[in-house]
């Protein structure tokens, strides 16, 4: 477990054998691996990560780029094979609508959740204030009991 923390330290972790020689290259593979997730990390680029599944990634992605990929083939390619998840940015689907609408879903039911638990703390305090009426048969009883130990 530790060495999946240590692996995730953010920084440039880009090595130099990974590097293209041609400089436009490395810089369109640069651009692009900002836009990849690690799968590891989670909440890094595979720009960022030393995890090792991040520097195949990156060693896959600038390999479609040397045989003539485009930008948007090679992420393409990438995404095929590990899912909308791998893009840091997901495309707003009927698959990812969660991952959109679910944060504001979470806060919207807190806010109802606490809405709710303080109507319910104001309704009891109301109810602790205000004495109920005694119904005639429990006045008969008190009376009952009251003249009984009087007479004693």
């Known amino acids: 477990m530790a ?8 920084g440039r972790a880009v090595t130099p054998d990974e590097m293209l020689q041609d400089p436009a ?7 692009l691996s900002q836009e ?4 590891v990390c989670q909440n890094q680029s595979i720009d960022d990560s ?6 195949d990634l990156r060693v896959l992605l600038r390999e479609r780029l040397k045989s003539g990929d485009g930008d948007r083939e090679a992420v393409d390619f990438i995404v095929a094979r590990y899912g909308n998840f791998v893009l840091l940015k997901p495309p707003m689907q009927l698959n990812t609508i969660l991952l959109w ?7 919207l039911l807190a806010g109802l959740g606490f809405r709710r638990f303080i109507g ?3 309704d009891s305090g109301e109810q602790a204030d205000t004495p109920s009426r005694l119904t005639d048969k ?9 003249n009984e130990r009087s007479h004693r």
């Open 101 to 107: 609408v679910g944060p504001l879903l979470i806060l």
């Open 3 to 10: 060495s999946l923390a240590i692996a995730c330290v953010p």
């Open 25 to 31: 290259l490395e810089a369109r593979a640069r651009v």
């Open 50 to 55: 030393n995890a090792p599944l991040a520097r």
């Open 36 to 39: 990849l997730r690690c799968v």
């Open 120 to 122: 319910r703390s104001a």
């Open 138 to 146: 429990e006045l008969e009883q008190i009376n009952a009991i009251l």
